[in-house]
């Protein structure tokens, strides 16, 4: 997209509209020039000149702000100089354009004419905050006048052609998740596989059933995990993301949840208007620090503990994107949240046979001589997919360091004490591993 020379045009215009002060409540609508192709701005789905015009106002704030300079001129000689619109950046100390700039381009004093120009391209569901190209206005356009912003993804894409991904910081508290695992990485119990089907079929047909009058409930799609850590919660919210080509974005509860009277609800706030039309998966894992039962209004905490909770159903009823939620103890969440969810299962423990898949898998680089797998599985109940990988790690690292032609060759004795001493490194007791020495008859080892 030829961007240099539609600046040039957009100047000009600038210059014109400018120049004619004096009529300014007769102007003449703007005709498509020669040196804006209608069928690249048509690819998204931009159609009609003004909100080409909109848009590229947007565009240039961020690219070429210095074409706003003729407006900072002739807002001191104007009669009325707040019909220009435009605001000054402090730090960079450059004009930027507004709503009011928008309309000055497009409608003079024309009433009629502006208010059309408000309706279509500067109401909430208007195409230009839908598709996502302006970023959200922070005001009423209708009587005061907002920052003309274009929204990154829209900047990157249309300037460099790359996709814009947000960094974590103190007003974003959400971090980019992404995961190398595929499902075939992932054994899990075939409850939970059958019901991640289900979870599959909602991602992709929601909207479809959203757009139905028929079947419409409420919006978007929401869904609740729940189990102990470990399980394959997180990750398979990740290859969820993965599969349908969406963003995850794994909101921080430990920045979001504030000792101050409404930080919580602003910083839930910024997050939720963010995400809006971003195509977003909002994914709120270990959520049980703000998502609490509500508890009966005896105290001031108690009020803005309540106040908090209602806040955050409020919004993630009104979200109409993709909204994970993960917890260890769905007992401790309030039932209104509980309702809030399209489906909600546990990832169960691992059963024993599945434990064995996710033993046999994870130490594939392994040769066992004469070890029972079959009874390490059936016995060692509390080792789940993320305990047994890691420990085939400790095991990679135990080989490398020894760097024998047997390092990866593990018989009873050498496994046991190699499992030992992981549970010990990891804090862990280890009295069943002892028993399952005992009724093995391998040698016991003083601590």
Known sequence: MNLQEQFRWLETLLEERIADLPNIILY????????????????????????????????????????FDVLKKAEQVASEPSLLGCFKNAESNTYHPTTRTALFLLAGKNIEKRIHIIQRYFQENSKLFKLNILKPLIKDVISEDCPLEISPEFLYKISINQKFRYSYSSAFPASLYQTDESWDDLVLN????????????????????????????SKGFKALFWGES????????????????????????SQIVSKYVGETEKNLKYVFDLA????????????????????????????????????????MEDFDGILFLCTNKKDNLDEAFKRRFHLRFEFSQPYPTVRYEIWVK???????????????AEKLK???????????????????????????????EKFFKTLRNFYILQGRGYHDITAMCKELGLPMWKD
Request: charged share 25%; with cysteine; glycine share 6%.
């Open 28 to 67: 003449q609508d703007v005709e498509m020039p020669a040196i804006v192709n209608p069928e690249v701005w048509q690819e998204d789905e931009l159609i009609d000149i003004e909100e080409i015009i909109i848009t590229l106002l947007a565009i240039a704030s961020s690219l070429m702000p210095s074409i």
């Open 190 to 217: 075939p409850s939970v596989s059958d019901c991640l089907i289900d979870v599959r079929a909602w991602m992709r047909h929601y909207s479809t059933l959203n757009n139905n009058p028929q079947y419409k409930g």
């Open 230 to 253: 470990g399980t394959g919660k997180t990750v398979s919210v990740g290859i969820l993301g993965k599969e349908v080509g969406k963003d995850v974005y794994r909101i921080d509860l």
């Open 276 to 315: 809006q039309n971003k195509d977003w998966i909002l994914f709120f894992d270990e959520g049980d620090a703000l998502l609490g039962k509500r508890t009966d209004n005896k105290s001031a905490n108690d009020r803005y503990g309540n106040q908090e909770i209602a806040y955050l159903l409020q919004r």
């Open 362 to 376: 994870a130490f594939e680089e392994f040769f066992f001589n004469n070890v029972p797998m079959e009874y390490v």
């Open 382 to 412: 509390d080792m789940n997919g993320a305990w047994i990988k890691s420990f085939a790690r400790y095991c990679k690292i135990q080989a490398l360091e020894d760097g024998s032609e047997n390092a990866y060759i593990f018989d009873r």
